[in-house]
C-alpha cells in the first residue's frame, strides 16, 4: 500500500516562498497521478494542482496559476509544489494525495485513492 510523507511547511512572510516536497514512505509513485489539496480551517479541501504519472501534464487551481509550480522526479520518487509570492490565503494545511491510472490527472478529492497527513503553511508577517 501506497504511503505518501509531505513536507516543506513552515512560517512565511507574504511575498515569501516555499517548496513542499510529497515522498512515498511505501510504494513508488511512478505509476500514480498527485495532486496537491489544501484546507484552511473552516473551509472544505480543495484542490491547489496536479501533475500526471510522466510529468507531461499538470493543472492548477485559478487561485495559485502562475505562482505555484507542480514537479515531479519519478528518480527520487518525490512530488514537488515550489510556492512563490505566497498571500495570507494561501495559510492552509496542504496535503498531497495519489490517484490510480495516472495518465490524466483529475484534482479532485474525490478522484484520490492514497493521502498523506499534511504539513501546514501559514504566511503571515
Known amino acids: 500500500q501506497l504511503q505518501l510523507v509531505e513536507s516543506g511547511g513552515g512560517l512565511v512572510q507574504p511575498g515569501g516562498s516555499l517548496r513542499l516536497s510529497c515522498a512515498a514512505s511505501r510504494g513508488t509513485l511512478d505509476y500514480y497521478a498527485i495532486g496537491w489539496f489544501r484546507q484552511a480551517p473552516g473551509k472544505e479541501r480543495e484542490g491547489v494542482s496536479c501533475?500526471?504519472?510522466?510529468?507531461?501534464?499538470?493543472k492548477y487551481a485559478d487561485s495559485v496559476k502562475g505562482r505555484f509550480t507542480i514537479s515531479r522526479d519519478n528518480a527520487k520518487n518525490t512530488v514537488y509544489l515550489q510556492m512563490n509570492s505566497l498571500k495570507p490565503d494561501d495559510t492552509a494545511v496542504y496535503y498531497c494525495?495519489?490517484?490510480?491510472?495516472?495518465?490524466?490527472?483529475?484534482?479532485?478529492?474525490?478522484?484520490?485513492?492514497?493521502w498523506g497527513k499534511g504539513t501546514l503553511v501559514t504566511v503571515s508577517s
Open positions: 494525495a495519489a490517484q490510480s491510472f495516472g495518465t490524466m490527472c483529475v484534482m479532485s478529492v474525490r478522484g484520490m485513492n492514497y
Open positions: 501533475i500526471n504519472n510522466s510529468g507531461g501534464s499538470t
